[in-house]
């Protein structure tokens, strides 16, 4: 697999293929309007090919914006673009996913999206409320038939609004649940999970790779340290000892090594920043490679430790994290 700053797009089992690194474009909803515009454009100066954004982040306009625009400067073509949006939970019933699907594209102001992943398997009430809860602040679920959620997927596809079909936060199960459909027009493409050298995934990794599904790391380099949504038990992955010195052999940063790390060995990254700085650092991850001894022992950090568990959902039928994998 030889990446390079020019070309790093690995093949996807439809026949795409996929850009190894990505922005991820989540943001706290705090931050500054237009922030995300600048951040994607100033990625695609840098090199980035691959945008990962969702209509939940109530930012998808301002990607779409920023795509066009560097469209409009001849910077770049549509297609050198690789753009995955995701398909929510509140959103799994048949009908809903077309008509969702053509809102962000709407929103992107876009005639296609590169990649469209349900992003949990877990449905919520059905409506455009995103987190809804009852009077008594409960949460409202709903039965998942995720099947028939991708049935209705395997049709925007044939339609021309999307090019590849995915999922995120599947576990074992939940996967082979669509691969062993009968009828199956298109298999998952991907599955975007979070994944870092203190979450290596090995078993899920393993299975993926039996049935040519690519893995997606979310939170590459862990995450904010924000303890309503994290779980702050395990220590800062960036701090780690042996990703600092061999950051320090190699002149790079603790970050630039744990994205390497997981791109020589296949996996996807999409580290979220909107720091120019940062930006520009993760990028450059493509001049340097780790040795078969030293990608084993960052591979033996591995603790485990789930950082975005999503227990406000734990007793959701379709929570994928109580089984092993």
Not at 5 to 23: E, Q, T, V, Y
Not at 242 to 264: D, E, H
Request: charged share 25%; glycine share 6%.
């Amino acid at each position: 697999m030889n990446l390079t700053a020019a070309n790093h797009r690995i093949p996807l089992s439809d026949g795409n293929s996929i850009p190894i690194l990505g922005l991820g474009t989540y943001s706290e909803p705090k931050l500054v309007s237009g922030t995300c515009k600048t951040s994607v454009k100033i990625a695609i100066d840098t090199g980035y090919r691959h945008i990962d954004g969702a209509y939940i982040y109530k930012n998808e306009h301002e990607v779409g914006e920023a795509i066009r625009e560097k469209v409009a400067e001849g910077k770049v073509r549509r297609e050198d673009i690789f753009y995955c949006g995701k398909l929510w939970g509140t959103n799994l019933e048949p009908e809903r996913v077309r008509p969702c699907l053509e809102r962000t594209l709407g929103v992107l102001q876009l005639d296609y999206v590169d990649l469209y992943i349900i992003e949990v398997p877990m449905a919520f009430k059905p409506g455009d409320e995103v987190y809804p809860k009852d009077e008594n602040g409960k949460w409202l679920y709903h039965k998942s038939n995720l099947c028939a959620t991708w049935e209705a997927l395997e049709a925007c596809k044939d339609a021309g609004l999307v090019k590849s079909l995915g999922v995120s936060n599947f576990n074992r199960r939940q996967l082979e649940l669509i691969l062993k459909k009968p009828g199956l027009k298109y298999k998952p493409v991907c599955n975007q999970v979070e994944c870092h050298p203190y979450f290596t995934q090995p078993k899920l990794r393993k299975f993926c790779q039996q049935h040519d599904i690519v893995i997606v790391a979310y939170s590459p380099l862990g995450t904010s340290r924000n303890p309503t949504w994290v779980n702050t038990s395990s220590p800062p992955l960036l701090k780690d000892e042996l990703l600092n010195s061999l950051g320090k052999k190699y002149n790079k940063t603790a970050a630039q090594v744990a994205l390497r790390f997981n791109i020589q060995r296949g996996v996807v990254v999409i580290p979220k920043s909107s720091n120019p700085d940062r930006i520009k650092e993760n990028f450059q991850i493509f001049d340097f490679s780790l040795t078969e001894e030293e990608m084993k022992h960052v591979e033996a950090l591995n603790k485990n430790i789930r950082l975005v568990e999503m227990l406000m959902w734990c007793d959701h039928p379709e929570y994928p994290f109580h089984e092993e994998y």
